[in-house]
């Protein structure tokens, strides 16, 4: 499948991050209608909503954890990507690097085969990969930071695209879990729903937003907080490796 966000990957962008509850969702949904259209994934998936499932690595004292929950400006998170939820399904696999500055974010990533991933899960280098940038540097920072794949993290969503508005995105994510794991596709994982009830919304966007946007926004009361899948799995899925203190 190709990238369904509608916009290219590589650029900085802001991402705005909201819980609501499900009467918000419907509401919102309902409100967004007439200025979106679904993505490519949505499209073709049950109800609209299409499965993600990423296996996300870090140290094992938690260095990227730790970032998240202190609040550092300039953070890199980790993480391998697909939208199936076994191997035998021939899923799509894309490796992923995710830099934030504040509320800005530049992601890159790159699609790899099944044999790649295997290899690089037994030995901690891509094959014949030495042309893929992205590739290059997620080996080099794992080796670096002596990263290990830590959890898996999945929901469904629903993803649309703005109409004439190049780049801007809108989400909700439904039945957000996580799982501990050291590979995307664990054998019967153990998982844990993150904030039961709760549909995460999030807007993805150049350093402006359309007028019928903020509007929307401020109709619906949606105030900005942090929600990160991946610290918030970690806190559920992997307890005893956070020290006392620490806090998503």
Known sequence: MHNPNGAPNDEWRFEYKYRVSPAQYFALKAAIRPYTRADAYS?????GRYLVRSLYFDSPDLRAYQEKVDGDCDRVKLRIRTYARTLAEKPDLRVEMKARKGMSMEKHGAFISAGQYAAFMRSGSWPGTNDVPVLLEFERYVR????????VVEYRREGFIARGQQGLRLTFDHQVCCARA??????????RVLQRGAVIFEIKCGKSQPAWLRALVQAHGLRIMANSKFAQGIEA?????VQPGWSC
Do not use: C, M, N
Request: net charge neutral; charged share 15%.
């Open 182 to 191: 050291d590979s995307l596709f664990p054998t019967a994982p153990v998982f």
């Open 43 to 47: 499209l073709i998936a049950p109800q």
């Open 237 to 241: 899925a992997r307890p005893e490796l």
């Open 144 to 151: 670096l930071k002596g990263l290990v794949p830590l959890i």
